[in-house]
């Protein structure tokens, strides 16, 4: 599979539920951060804490025009975290993430065929 170096803006929840760390319970479960690479199973970023392997996540990311040749695209996908890499000195916390299922986000601002078609009719 094919890995693109691919610097995204990137959004990392985890469910609180779900996750099970040894650290202050106020810390945060959403980061925002940069992908490393992307393929289409998997994707690389880093945090500033670690994350064991299999906790599931949910991942955020934004494609900008001048990759999508259009307009900016959001993707949001279910990931299971597969790999943590030991702390580089500036202590992020490399993390590889297999991608379960995913779906495509409307921009806030644009609106669907469908609605605008609604509309037309209701006049």
Known sequence: MRR???????????????????TNEDQKN????ETQN???????FYLDRPIPAGTPCEVTLT???????????RVRFTARVI???????????????MIEDYEFLRSSGSTDFFSALQRETEN
């Open 4 to 22: 693109f170096d691919m610097r995204l803006p990137a959004v990392v929840r985890l469910n609180p539920a779900e996750v099970r760390l040894n």
């Open 30 to 33: 959403e980061f925002h951060t």
């Open 38 to 44: 992307v393929s289409a199973r998997g994707v690389f």
């Open 63 to 73: 494609f900008p025009p001048h990759i999508t040749l259009t307009d900016a695209v």
């Open 83 to 97: 790999r943590v890499e030991s702390p580089l000195p500036s202590s992020r916390i490399g993390t590889a993430a």
